[in-house]
């Protein structure tokens, strides 16, 4: 099994779970944002869920980033979230598994994900604005856009 089809397995399994928002945080100072969501994963077992709940949300982060200041030097336009780059940004601290990224090939995505047992899920991002919310409209399967009639 290639490393790319682990990935599209994690979201195929991942993408639709039932959650709960716990806490929606945004501040905004000067040119600075700083957005914490909380959520539950609404499932008997939610731990079952946490590599790919982790592993989603650390695409779409990657996904909606865009260069900023100097890392355009470093930016590559067509690459790809993989999962050598989500493995990199994982670390067990205190008893609850972490993906943390600040810049990855030039993107900004200053983003900071803590999965606990139990399935609380708590997102932090940096100089994002709101684009955390987006990420988890797709993690529950739903559209953004939507037709205008």
């Known amino acids: 099994m290639d490393k790319r089809h682990i990935g599209f397995k994690l979201l195929q399994e991942t993408v639709g779970?039932?959650?709960?928002?716990?806490s929606n945080e945004f501040n905004e100072i000067s040119t600075n944002t700083y957005h914490k969501i909380v959520f539950q994963i609404n499932e008997d077992e939610p731990d079952i869920f946490a590599i790919g709940v982790l592993f989603t949300l650390s695409l779409m982060s990657f996904t909606f980033s865009a260069p900023r200041g100097f890392s355009e030097i470093e930016f590559v336009p067509d690459e790809e979230w993989s999962l050598?780059?989500?493995v990199q940004g994982l670390e067990l601290k205190r008893g609850n598994l972490w993906f943390s990224a600040d810049y990855v090939t030039g993107r900004l995505m200053k983003t900071d994900i803590k999965y606990e047992s139990g399935g609380k899920v708590t997102i932090e991002t940096r100089n994002r604005s709101r684009g955390a919310e987006r990420w988890l409209t797709h993690l529950q399967g739903k559209r953004h856009i939507k037709q205008v009639k």
């Open 17 to 22: 779970i039932p959650i709960e928002i716990i």
């Open 84 to 86: 050598g780059y989500f």
